[in-house]
């Protein structure tokens, strides 16, 4: 169940509760087992939500998930933001990597609900007005302990917005899609470093299937002290098990020797943007496998398209070194296209754009049929393609410099006329082209 709370101390959250109330029929009922004030009293349920007033402002609600009919699976506060941002819909966790200047307990962290937040990102960029902006923010604030996993959506950034109905809307209609919507996912990361909007994180969203989940900005993690102390280093570990996750992220300040040990020390990995995009939608355990038995991603391992779904045993091969070169030399793109479509990963170089060294396939037919390819790659110059014997001989037949040059004739435009096919005269003889045409070879062991 979707769990919903409006605080009465806020007027962006009150105008959004009753978007939320028109967008959907509601049934109205009433719990006389707790105060109006702390979500009792009169309250609203439809299929799979159920919405709940408090008098107090959001941030300062102590295990507002107790205050519904169920144990909720998914808890989102609708609230303002105030900033100086303009029109902005926008969403983050809660909790407080030092002093708990706003709410919640001090170097505590509420549940997050990486997965939701990712979702209610993308349903922002779907119902946000015209001239309004779409953003997640670093962890901070209040509550600390809600009692289920968590969420701050949010109307922003003054009070034009506030009372803002096409505003108040949209933030309704991105919490009414969640309904139904799991906090977690597979693939969670939490954030260190960055500012408070945290740019980085959503490109991570938007652009790969990682969902992030707390994030202590740079002047949070100021706020939260030295990690090498074992207090902060607790805290640091807590934003791991509080998200669901065991990788981190690391921008700015974030990115320190400091962090990285505290992030080891509690045991957990730091990866790099380059390794959440490069493993979208690659099975983790082939991740895994592939960077034990090939290379790291850093290293310029890549996944080829028979990565996707792919749970099974894969083979090691080395790709023939000078036949890789000179296929690439004649047509960079038409290799990397090959052999991503027949790997499951390869290794590479410049940036991931040039297959280079090992490779790893499902069965060992699929080098063969890979070099395959690179043949066919060598035909675009060559006249000739022979393989036999575990080698390849190329050749190719063109002009000759030095047997024209051995007949008399003089460089400059004689030699263009007659590498074109021309027939030229020197002293009175005629040298047709054919007269001095030679034959290069190249031989590759494969």
């Known amino acids: 169940m979707l769990a919903i709370v409006v605080s009465r101390d806020d007027s962006a959250s009150v105008h959004v509760g009753e978007h939320l109330r028109g967008l959907v029929e509601w049934t109205g009922r009433v719990d006389d087992a707790r105060p109006d004030a702390e979500g009792g009293g009169r309250y609203y349920s439809a299929p799979g939500a159920e919405l709940r007033e408090f008098d107090d402002l959001h941030i300062h609600l102590e295990r507002p998930a107790e205050a519904f009919s169920e144990p909720p699976d998914l808890l989102v506060f609708a609230s303002r933001h105030a900033g100086d941002t303009g029109a902005l819909l926008t ?251 027949s790997t499951v990963a390869f290794e590479s170089t410049e940036n991931g754009t040039v297959p280079d060294g090992r490779i790893a396939v499902r069965e060992t037919s699929d080098r063969e049929s890979i070099v395959d390819d690179l043949l066919d790659v060598l035909r675009e110059k060559y006249d000739s393609v022979e393989r036999e014997d575990g080698a390849v001989t190329a050749r190719t037949s063109g002009f000759d410099p030095e047997k024209a040059r051995t007949l008399g004739v003089p460089e400059g435009p004689a030699f263009g006329r007659l590498a074109a096919g021309e027939v030229v005269e020197v002293e009175g003889r005629e040298i047709p082209p054919e007269a001095v045409e030679g034959t290069t070879e190249r031989r590759f062991d494969i």
Request: hydrophobic share 40%; net charge negative; with cysteine.
């Open 91 to 341: 969403a983050h966790t809660t909790g407080n990597f030092g002093p708990a200047d706003y709410g919640g307990e001090p170097n505590a962290l509420a549940r997050a609900a990486p997965n939701a937040l990712a979702e209610i990102h993308d349903a922002f960029e779907r119902h946000a007005p015209d001239g309004y902006d779409v953003g997640m923010e670093c962890t901070h604030h209040g509550p600390t302990e809600v009692g289920a996993p968590s969420l701050f959506a949010e109307l922003g950034s003054g009070e034009d917005q506030w009372n803002d109905p096409a505003g108040a809307e949209a933030v309704a209609r991105a919490v009414l899609d969640l309904r139904g919507t799991d906090p977690d996912r597979e693939r969670q990361i939490v954030g260190f470093g960055g500012g408070h909007y945290v740019r980085r994180f959503e490109r991570v969203l938007a652009e790969t299937d990682w969902a992030v989940g707390h994030v202590a900005a740079d002047w949070g993690l100021e706020a939260m002290g030295d990690p090498r102390d074992p207090a902060n280093r607790a805290v640091i570990a807590a934003a791991f098990e509080r998200s669901g996750a065991t990788r981190a992220l690391l921008d700015g300040d974030g990115d320190s020797r400091a962090i990285r040990e505290a992030i080891e020390a509690a045991g957990y990995e730091t990866v790099g943007e380059r390794w959440l995009r490069e493993t979208a939608g690659v099975p983790l355990d082939l991740v895994e496998r592939a960077e034990d038995r090939l290379s790291s991603i850093d290293e310029g391992l890549r996944f080829g398209a028979d990565s996707r779904e792919f749970d099974g045993e894969f083979e090691t091969a080395t790709l023939p070194a000078d036949l890789l070169g000179e296929a690439v030399g004649i047509d960079r793109e038409r290799v990397r296209e090959t052999v991503v479509d």
